[in-house]
């Protein structure tokens, strides 16, 4: 239990400290969030809890083809919000991109093993 407290206080600091500098500089902020630390993060608890290289490399990777879909959800919000929507509506409408990129994954499991790879 000790070490789940440790994990998720450590992963909320990042996304406090996100949110901190996003304040002062969105770019720096969005720097900050697009790095892959809570994939290395997880890379480092699964490696600590298994030491199974085999299952790190397919984390790995499998952390590679899941971010190719997940890209268009982020330019949703830019995009609404310049066209005059709300914050609201506009993050009720990152929960429809939400949707977008689960149904992109799909896609992407399924391109992807036709081509050897499993996700």
Same mark, same amino acid.
């Given at each position: 239990? @000790?070490?789940?407290?440790? &994990?998720? @206080? @450590? =992963? !909320?600091?990042?996304? +406090?400290?996100v949110a901190l500098i +996003? &304040? &002062? =500089?969105? %770019? +720096? %902020?969005a720097l900050l969030a697009s790095l892959p630390l809570v994939s290395v993060l997880g890379m480092i608890w699964l490696w600590r809890d298994t030491g199974d290289r085999v299952r790190l490399a397919a984390y790995a990777e499998a952390t590679f083809w899941y971010v190719i879909p997940s890209l268009p959800m982020f330019l949703l919000i830019p995009v609404l919000l310049r066209h005059g929507v !709300?914050?609201?509506?506009a993050l009720l409408a990152l929960l429809a991109g939400c949707t977008l990129t689960m149904l992109l994954y799909l896609v992407t499991v399924a391109i992807a093993a036709r081509f050897g790879v499993t996700l």
């Open positions: 239990m @000790l070490q789940f407290v440790v &994990r998720a @206080l @450590l =992963s !909320g600091a990042i996304v +406090a400290a +996003a &304040r &002062r =500089s969105p %770019g +720096a %902020g !709300g914050f609201v509506p």
